[in-house]
């Protein structure tokens, strides 16, 4: 089943993601905002973690296709508490080209209406890291994601300290948002 969104389609992983996806953790400038993954990915090592991945449902990773261009990132939902109906959520658009062109706020709302509708989560947790103005922008303000706290000092990127930014959105915060915006009734 795939889960299609206004611009991008959220499908499975698939082993032919593998390559792209480790050369966007091995891009320098991408892993310098991931709060995860900052070393170098082998091959063997991408295809460990694929295996690793398949059939936990606990922790769903969505491969992002965009139209004409394919797989282009990754949005997580990892790891699942099920009994307290809520999951961390991180994305990845690798495709430096599709930067700021309203890709990652689909994605975002892409998998938080599943999350949302489709799962019945109650609530997403996320976070970015202290810079990365993109990311807030996405979150805080397109996507109604709420700053809830700081981890100070919590990632060394580039040779220093940064605080990690903790972000997070409930249920009815997501379907007041889409009530508002209207973004799933609007033609774009």
């Not at 990365?132 to 996507?143: G, I, K, Q, T, V």
């Amino acid at each position: 089943m795939d889960i299609q969104g206004k611009h991008v389609r959220l499908r499975a992983l698939e082993p032919t993601d593998m390559e792209k996806l480790r050369s966007y953790h091995n891009d320098p400038a991408v892993s310098a905002l991931l709060g995860g993954w900052s070393f170098p990915i082998s091959p063997r090592e991408q295809e460990r973690w694929y295996e690793s991945t398949i059939g936990d449902l606990s922790n769903l990773r969505f491969a992002v296709d965009v139209p004409d261009m394919g797989f282009v990132g990754i949005s997580t939902l990892a790891p699942i508490d099920w009994k307290d109906r809520r999951a961390y959520h991180g994305v990845l658009i690798g495709e430096k080209s599709l930067h700021g062109r309203g890709i990652g706020t689909d994605v975002v709302m892409t998998t938080m209406r599943y999350a949302f509708e489709e799962l019945q989560l109650s609530r997403l947790d996320g976070d970015y890291l202290e810079g990365n103005e993109a990311s807030a922008r996405l979150y805080c303000d397109r996507c109604g994601w709420v700053r809830e706290g700081v981890r100070r000092r919590h990632a060394f990127r580039g040779n220093k300290w940064l605080d990690r930014i903790l972000v997070g959105i409930t249920r009815e915060e997501y379907l007041a948002l889409v009530t508002r915006t209207r973004y799933w009734t609007e033609v774009s």
